[in-house]
């Protein structure tokens, strides 16, 4: 993307932001602007910019209207907007390369057991849990992560001008500035924002839930026919992302799940005999290669029978 390019788009933003606080704002203007948002991440990022500042622009005015010298006519807010947002086109678009870049793309993975941290060339780091795979690739437009399967923690430099977009299945997150973690499973997705600001959205219109914007703290999590929304502490939050530091914590967790998040890390599988045991719960905190830690609390705590066959361990009553 070229600084003239650049230019064009936030001046584009910038003027669909002014036309929509007019009066005469119609249906079939609503339709041309949505149509502008859905050709391109880029003029997503480039309105939510120019929003944000806009709205910045109208708080610091109101602010100064409650003093008498500060008095300012019902224009002043927008042509301060405007202002600021000249500012920010030119200053923004200082550094963008000037020359053509052909895509790249590199693929990455882990396996069982396998963490993996990505140090990209912009500052951004990209942390791959077990089993992960993801293809990476930037351009003149974006930098774009596919996460093919798997789990990865993402803690991204921002830049207004080369959004960075995170697609998995029929989602994608844009980065606003942002800490976030991705999973995506059979027929499961989920992301948690742990720093910053981040929108989600439905890839082609293909999932069912609109696009919202995420805060710190907020989990989604999206099935083939439901979506979920939670609002989670800090501490919860980082004890899911156990798995950085090497552990996972489970609080009253089903001995089921344990087990299943475990086979996750270790290809000595751990199978729950009976479904009145699978449904035990433990706190704990487990090493992600902990299934022999595992065995010694399902038997000490539980009484329960722990038998090796092969590559399995057979936890029974």
């Known amino acids: 993307m070229t600084t003239s390019s650049v230019r064009t788009l936030r001046a584009a933003a910038a003027k669909w932001r002014e036309q929509r606080d007019s009066p005469g704002w119609s249906a079939e203007q609503q339709a041309a602007f949505d149509a502008w948002l859905t050709q391109s991440p880029a003029?997503?990022?480039?309105?939510?910019?120019?929003?944000?500042?806009w709205q910045r622009a109208d708080r610091l005015s109101a602010l100064r209207a409650t003093k008498p010298e500060h008095r300012q006519s019902p224009a002043a807010p927008a042509r301060l907007a405007?202002?600021?947002?000249?500012?920010?086109?030119?200053?923004?678009?200082?550094?963008?390369?000037?020359?053509?870049?052909?895509?790249?793309?590199?693929?990455?993975?882990?396996?069982?057991?396998?963490?993996?941290?990505?140090?990209?060339?912009?500052?951004?780091?990209?942390?791959?849990?077990?089993?992960?795979?993801?293809?990476?690739?930037?351009?003149?437009?974006?930098?774009?992560?596919?996460?093919?399967?798997?789990e990865a923690f993402f803690d991204i430099v921002h830049s207004d001008s080369h959004p960075f977009v995170v697609t998995a299945g029929d989602h994608r997150v844009i980065d606003l500035g942002t800490k976030f973690m991705v999973r995506r499973d059979p027929g499961r997705f989920e992301v948690a924002l742990v720093e910053g600001k981040a929108r989600l959205e439905a890839v082609n219109g293909k999932a069912a839930a609109p696009a919202r914007d995420l805060v710190p703290g907020d989990v989604v999590i999206a099935t083939a026919n439901t979506i979920t929304a939670e609002k989670k502490a800090p501490l919860t939050l980082s004890n899911d992302l156990g798995w950085r530091r090497?552990?996972?914590?489970?609080?009253?967790?089903?001995?089921?799940?344990?087990?299943?998040?475990?086979?996750?890390?270790?290809?000595?599988?751990?199978?729950?005999?009976?479904?009145?045991?699978?449904?035990?719960?433990?706190?704990?905190?487990?090493?992600?290669?902990?299934?022999?830690?595992?065995?010694?609390?399902?038997?000490?705590?539980?009484?329960?029978?722990?038998?090796?066959?092969?590559?399995?361990?057979?936890?029974s009553k």
């Open 43 to 53: 003029h997503r990022i480039a309105y939510l910019r120019v929003d944000h500042v």
């Open 82 to 150: 405007v202002a600021l947002l000249v500012a920010a086109i030119i200053g923004g678009a200082a550094w963008v390369s000037l020359a053509p870049q052909q895509p790249r793309e590199r693929v990455y993975s882990t396996g069982i057991g396998g963490r993996e941290t990505l140090k990209l060339a912009d500052g951004s780091r990209i942390e791959l849990n077990t089993g992960t795979t993801v293809r990476v690739a930037s351009d003149a437009r974006q930098r774009r992560v596919t996460l093919e399967k798997g």
């Open 246 to 315: 090497g552990v996972l914590v489970f609080r009253d967790t089903a001995l089921a799940d344990v087990a299943e998040e475990l086979n996750r890390y270790n290809t000595q599988k751990i199978i729950i005999a009976n479904p009145e045991v699978a449904r035990l719960t433990i706190g704990a905190t487990i090493p992600t290669h902990g299934v022999e830690a595992f065995t010694r609390v399902a038997k000490g705590v539980f009484g329960l029978r722990i038998e090796h066959r092969d590559n399995t361990i057979v936890i």
